[in-house]
């Protein structure tokens, strides 16, 4: 048996050297068993301190009648801990030992009750894992593994227990005690320490575990259900932060009602706590009853937050509340089922920000984000499934495929349904696997179910992976009115899957008249699942334009044979505002590869339709900000066999300067067209600020003085931050005198708003400049730049990875900055380093010198003594 001062591995929270390569093993969702043991109660008392917090678990452990092992030793995971007694029925035991940094004891009956004591040190967790403190606040974060790093326990989410939480501790250092569900007890001990107790009814797996403690303040409100009853609701937060909590509480009641009348779901305790921290890996964490937040998506007022800001305060908060059913009453069988939770919340944060805002430019942000972070995943070489086969560590399959395209995959459903069939099979769902741990087979089951639609052949989705790739043809018989619609399918292959399928694709397809513009054919719903498959439209009295794909209804790389004559007629005509976006990003994007291979660009098209964008009456200012937004360099990248960044930067400016100078008094009517009141955060106030400086980019390409002027005159004048950083975004790519007076005086004003002044960090490093990797060097120099919290790290070294064309600076000075910063945050944060990785990993696509040293910063980095297994899988796999 192991002795309590020499467990078997270091431990972890602490430990410098290299973990033992079996830690780097790779977990398979073919070998999913169910667990062993359950444990139906778990009682934790909490003694708190900063540097020192004891933790006493008394688990109630049975043997799980559906479990093959019938062995005699129960495995309780654990991380960096150390036993400082263990317990079996009340009386202390040494038949213990551990293995990998778990504990295994064992147990000869059909039920016991497992006592045990640890202690752990909060201010030394840099993981922020598990308990850590953040500005003299203690607070948890345990998805994926982190409650196994408080305390010993099966740390799986098809083990749900039943929590009462007991903590004590210093009155004045931590006024505020919370944890999940109702406090039912609380009291004063001795010497000014005092307590509580809570009880969640609910029973949840640990990685739903909370606890806060710290002198926080909240903006309280209630909530009253549909069923009238009501729910206490609190937003913790520092007490000089109250008066920005408002926007984070109006969401939240936005997102109560939403989630009543359109899926029928109810709040189902008499008290919701959102509590803000300011050091955190995520953007935040749906524990049961206690959401915690990175204070980014909590905290905003005008004058501080952007109305991006304010957007995605509304979708987090609605995304964390809505998991109390899709994650908390229904959670998730094992880790591979986890877009089960995170796409279908995703897919409804994504149709609530619809319904309280402008439906189609969301939907285009949507379709922005999923091109810009997923697409590049889906072809790269951290390709996975929606459902992963396999991980090393966790906490790396938190991505935009999990996420993003598992939400296009539950739209597609949705799409394919109708919203009634959605809504019965989502009811189904709930109900069926109330109190469950679920599997992404179980929801489909559940549509099936309510629909009594065969929804079998859209699985594929979940377990191929990559982006598949239509391309489409349009044949007119002009005698017969007959149109024909040629479409074909593939999917490159991925690591691990070679050979690909076709899949069931939902297009919404409609035909345009070129010389009405009218719809000649309206929409319908194509099912492409065949390689090859044609369809016909009867009645085409006129040369027809293909719309298809409208409303991005599958989440697929259309190539349509269409003229820029025809982008640019959709471009105006087309009935689906997002068709019409679309067929102006494929315009500039046809321009932009014929540019970047170092062709003549046909910028003539392009610069008619967006003037036309701009001089249309009857678009709204968003839809023309989005509209008239070149391709980023990265997504002109993705379009090219060999990346050349120099070459597309330079085509891009060119073209962005071709339309600054053609359409300049357009661009500077939309820049100065109608004022928004900076505390009106309408759809329409918020796309009049989004245009105008958008335009004024535009004019910058071509007019840099004249910009730098305008956009200084909207930073002095600013009464929101909206415009403020909008206008300095544009000065900090330009070369003008106002860029520096402008840095200097935000820094002044705002140098003690962490968040505020994360933003100052990530405008520098997101410069289109060619100095951007010697601001960036500088900048991590900075005495404000502080490795330890990930807002900050991020908005240095997170943002300068996106920064194509700087990160990709010929001289390699981009990847070597890069790796070293993945280096020194991997030795603190393991999490948030591998999240820096993904720039390197499409390292063979670019030009033979830049592949080379992105090649050597992988190596470099692998070779690191130490590696953590989050940063070691993302290496390794870029490499392979
Ligand atoms: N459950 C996650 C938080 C999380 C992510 C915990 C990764 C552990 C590891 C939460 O619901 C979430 O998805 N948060 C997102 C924001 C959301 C709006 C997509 C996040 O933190 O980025
Ligand atoms: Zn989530």
């Not at 940094?101 to 201010?123: C, K, Q, R, T």
């Not at 790796?819 to 990993?841: E, H, W």
């Given at each position: 048996?192991?002795?309590?001062?020499?467990?078997?591995?270091?431990?972890?929270?602490?430990?410098?050297?290299?973990?033992?390569?079996?830690?780097?093993?790779?977990?398979?969702?073919?070998?999913?068993?169910?667990?062993?043991?359950?444990?139906?109660?778990?009682?934790?008392?909490?003694?708190?301190?900063?540097?020192?917090?004891?933790?006493?678990?008394?688990?109630?452990?049975?043997?799980?009648?559906?479990?093959?092992?019938?062995?005699?030793?129960?495995?309780?995971?654990?991380?960096?801990?150390?036993?400082?007694?263990?317990?079996?029925?009340?009386?202390?035991?040494?038949?213990?030992?551990?293995?990998?940094?778990?504990?295994?004891?064992?147990?000869?009956?059909?039920?016991?009750?497992?006592?045990?004591?640890?202690?752990?040190?909060?201010?030394?967790?840099?993981?922020?894992?598990?308990?850590?403190?953040?500005?003299?606040?203690?607070?948890?974060?345990?998805?994926?593994?982190?409650?196994?790093?408080?305390?010993?326990?099966?740390?799986?989410?098809?083990?749900?227990?039943?929590?009462?939480?007991?903590?004590?501790?210093?009155?004045?250092?931590?006024?505020?005690?919370?944890?999940?569900?109702?406090?039912?007890?609380?009291?004063?001990?001795?010497?000014?320490?005092?307590?509580?107790?809570?009880?969640?009814?609910?029973?949840?797996?640990?990685?739903?575990?909370?606890?806060?403690?710290?002198?926080?303040?909240?903006?309280?409100?209630?909530?009253?259900?549909?069923?009238?009853?009501?729910?206490?609701?609190?937003?913790?937060?520092?007490?000089?932060?109250?008066?920005?909590?408002?926007?984070?509480?109006?969401?939240?009641?936005?997102?109560?009602?939403?989630?009543?009348?359109?899926?029928?779901?109810?709040?189902?305790?008499?008290?919701?706590?959102?509590?803000?921290?300011?050091?955190?890996?995520?953007?935040?964490?749906?524990?049961?009853?206690?959401?915690?937040?990175?204070?980014?998506?909590?905290?905003?007022?005008?004058?501080?937050?952007?109305?991006?800001?304010?957007?995605?305060?509304?979708?987090?908060?609605?995304?964390?509340?809505?998991?109390?059913?899709?994650?908390?009453?229904?959670?998730?069988?094992?880790?591979?089922?986890?877009?089960?939770?995170?796409?279908?919340?995703?897919?409804?944060?994504?149709?609530?920000?619809?319904?309280?805002?402008?439906?189609?430019?969301?939907?285009?942000?949507?379709?922005?984000?999923?091109?810009?972070?997923?697409?590049?995943?889906?072809?790269?070489?951290?390709?996975?499934?929606?459902?992963?086969?396999?991980?090393?560590?966790?906490?790396?399959?938190?991505?935009?495929?999990?996420?993003?395209?598992?939400?296009?995959?539950?739209?597609?459903?949705?799409?394919?349904?109708?919203?009634?069939?959605?809504r019965a099979g989502t009811d189904l769902y709930f109900d069926r696997n109330d109190g469950k741990a679920a599997t992404c087979d179980d929801f489909v089951a559940a549509l099936e179910g309510g629909?009594?639609?065969?929804?079998?052949?859209?699985?594929?989705?979940?377990?191929?992976?990559?982006?598949?790739?239509?391309?489409?043809?349009?044949?007119?018989?002009?005698?017969?009115?007959?149109?024909?619609?040629?479409?074909?399918?593939?999917?490159?292959?991925?690591?691990?899957?070679?050979?690909?399928?076709?899949?069931?694709?939902?297009?919404?397809?409609?035909?345009?008249?070129?010389?009405?513009?009218?719809?000649?054919?309206?929409?319908?719903?194509?099912?492409?699942?065949?390689?090859?498959?044609?369809?016909?439209?009867?009645?085409?009295?006129?040369?027809?334009?293909?719309?298809?794909?409208?409303?991005?209804?599958?989440?697929?790389?259309?190539?349509?044979?269409?003229?820029?004559?025809?982008?640019?007629?959709?471009?105006?005509?087309?009935?689906?505002?997002?068709?019409?976006?679309?067929?102006?990003?494929?315009?500039?994007?046809?321009?932009?590869?014929?540019?970047?291979?170092?062709?003549?660009?046909?910028?003539?098209?392009?610069?008619?339709?967006?003037?036309?964008?701009?001089?249309?009456?009857?678009?709204?200012?968003?839809?023309?900000?989005?509209?008239?937004?070149?391709?980023?360099?990265?997504?002109?990248?993705?379009?090219?066999?060999?990346?050349?960044?120099?070459?597309?930067?330079?085509?891009?400016?060119?073209?962005?300067?071709?339309?600054?100078?053609?359409?300049?008094?357009?661009?500077?009517?939309?820049?100065?067209?109608?004022?928004?009141?900076?505390?009106?955060?309408?759809?329409?106030?918020?796309?009049?600020?989004?245009?105008?400086?958008?335009?004024?980019?535009?004019?910058?390409?071509?007019?840099?003085?004249?910009?730098a002027g305008l956009a200084k005159a909207q930073f002095d004048r600013a009464d929101n931050m909206t415009d403020r950083q909008g206008a300095l975004g544009v000065l900090v790519s330009l070369d003008?005198?106002?860029?520096?007076?402008?840095?200097?005086?935000?820094?002044?004003?705002?140098?003690?708003?962490?968040?505020?002044?994360?933003?100052?960090?990530?405008?520098?490093?997101?410069?289109?400049?060619?100095?951007?990797?010697?601001?960036?060097?500088?900048?991590?120099?900075?005495?404000?730049?502080?490795?330890?919290?990930?807002?900050?790290?991020?908005?240095?070294?997170?943002?300068?990875?996106?920064?194509?064309?700087?990160?990709?600076?010929?001289?390699?000075?981009?990847?070597?900055?890069?790796?070293?910063?993945?280096?020194?945050?991997?030795?603190?944060?393991?999490?948030?380093?591998?999240?820096?990785?993904?720039?390197?990993?499409?390292?063979?696509?670019?030009?033979?010198?830049?592949?080379?040293?992105?090649?050597?910063?992988?190596?470099?980095?692998?070779?690191?003594?130490?590696?953590?297994?989050?940063?070691?899988?993302?290496?390794?796999?870029?490499?392979?």
């Open positions: 048996m192991a002795d309590v001062r020499s467990p078997t591995l270091p431990d972890a929270q602490t430990a410098v050297e290299a973990p033992p390569s079996p830690t780097h093993v790779t977990i398979r969702r073919e070998d999913y068993r169910p667990p062993d043991w359950l444990v139906p109660e778990i009682a934790l008392n909490f003694t708190l301190g900063i540097e020192s917090t004891r933790v006493q678990s008394k688990l109630q452990v049975e043997r799980n009648p559906e479990a093959a092992d019938k062995g005699d030793v129960i495995r309780l995971n654990g991380d960096g801990l150390k036993p400082a007694g263990v317990w079996i029925d009340g009386t202390p035991t040494d038949k213990w030992s551990m293995d990998c940094g778990d504990l295994l004891i064992e147990l000869s009956g059909e039920a016991h009750e497992i006592g045990i004591e640890v202690e752990i040190n909060p201010a030394a967790n840099t993981k922020l894992m598990g308990l850590y403190a953040s500005n003299g606040m203690l607070c948890t974060q345990c998805e994926a593994q982190g409650f196994r790093r408080i305390t010993f326990f099966p740390d799986r989410p098809d083990v749900l227990s039943k929590y009462r939480v007991r903590m004590e501790g210093d009155a004045g250092q931590f006024p505020i005690l919370l944890s999940n569900g109702n406090r039912i007890a609380h009291g004063d001990s001795a010497d000014g320490r005092h307590w509580a107790e809570f009880e969640d009814p609910f029973p949840k797996p640990s990685y739903l575990f909370a606890l806060v403690a710290g002198d926080l303040k909240a903006n309280r409100d209630t909530f009253t259900t549909m069923s009238g009853r009501k729910v206490d609701l609190a937003v913790w937060v520092r007490e000089a932060d109250l008066p920005k909590t408002q926007h984070a509480m109006d969401s939240l009641k936005l997102a109560m009602a939403w989630d009543e009348k359109v899926y029928g779901r109810e709040y189902d305790l008499d008290q919701f706590n959102i509590v803000a921290v300011g050091d955190f890996n995520m953007g935040a964490m749906e524990n049961k009853s206690l959401n915690i937040f990175n204070s980014a998506y909590v905290l905003a007022d005008q004058e501080t937050a952007t109305d991006a800001d304010f957007d995605n305060i509304a979708r987090v908060v609605a995304h964390e509340y809505f998991h109390n059913w899709s994650g908390d009453r229904v959670t998730c069988r094992d880790w591979f089922q986890l877009s089960l939770k995170e796409g279908f919340t995703v897919f409804r944060d994504q149709s609530f920000s619809a319904d309280v805002g402008s439906p189609p430019v969301k939907r285009i942000e949507d379709v922005r984000v999923l091109r810009a972070v997923q697409f590049p995943e889906d072809q790269g070489p951290l390709a996975h499934p929606v459902r992963p086969d396999s991980y090393i560590e966790i906490s790396n399959f938190y991505t935009a495929t999990v996420y993003n395209k598992g939400a296009e995959l539950i739209r597609m459903f949705h799409t394919v349904l109708g919203p009634e069939k959605f629909s009594g639609v065969d929804l079998e052949p859209f699985k594929i989705w979940y377990s191929q992976a990559g982006t598949p790739k239509v391309r489409a043809r349009i044949e007119h018989d002009a005698e017969a009115k007959i149109a024909t619609l040629h479409l074909e399918q593939h999917v490159d292959p991925t690591p691990g899957q070679p050979d690909k399928q076709p899949m069931p694709i939902p297009l919404r397809t409609a035909l345009i008249g070129s010389e009405t513009g009218h719809e000649i054919c309206p929409e319908r719903l194509i099912v492409l699942d065949q390689a090859r498959q044609s369809v016909m439209f009867e009645n085409v009295t006129e040369p027809p334009l293909l719309s298809i794909n409208r409303n991005f209804s599958a989440p697929i790389i259309v190539e349509a044979e269409r003229s820029p004559g025809e982008l640019e007629r959709l471009a105006q005509t087309d009935t689906d505002p997002f068709a019409r976006y679309e067929a102006m990003q494929e315009l500039m994007m046809r321009a932009l590869v014929v540019g970047a291979r170092g062709g003549d660009m046909d910028r003539e098209p392009v610069v008619r339709a967006i003037g036309a964008t701009l001089r249309s009456n009857s678009l709204d200012p968003a839809f023309k900000a989005d509209a008239i937004m070149l391709p980023s360099e990265s997504l002109i990248a993705d379009r090219m066999d060999v990346v050349d960044p120099d070459a597309i930067h330079a085509a891009r400016e060119e073209l962005r300067s071709a339309i600054g100078s053609a359409l300049h008094d357009e661009l500077i009517a939309a820049h100065r067209s109608d004022s928004a009141a900076g505390d009106d955060l309408s759809p329409a106030a918020k796309g009049v600020r989004r245009l105008r400086t958008v335009a004024l980019g535009l004019v910058g390409a071509a007019n840099p003085s004249e910009a003008a005198p106002e860029r520096e007076a402008a840095l200097e005086a935000f820094y002044h004003r705002f140098h003690d708003d962490p968040l505020v002044l994360d933003k100052w960090f990530a405008l520098q490093a997101s410069a289109q400049r060619a100095d951007t990797v010697d601001q960036v060097l500088r900048l991590a120099k900075h005495p404000d730049f502080v490795m330890t919290n990930p807002n900050r790290l991020r908005s240095v070294a997170g943002v300068f990875g996106a920064n194509h064309w700087a990160f990709h600076s010929a001289d390699g000075r981009g990847y070597a900055f890069l790796a070293d910063m993945i280096i020194a945050a991997d030795k603190l944060n393991p999490q948030v380093a591998a999240r820096m990785v993904p720039p390197f990993g499409r390292w063979r696509r670019f030009e033979p010198k830049r592949a080379a040293m992105m090649r050597q910063q992988l190596e470099r980095i692998a070779a690191t003594p130490g590696l953590s297994k989050d940063v070691y899988e993302q290496v390794t796999k870029s490499l392979a």
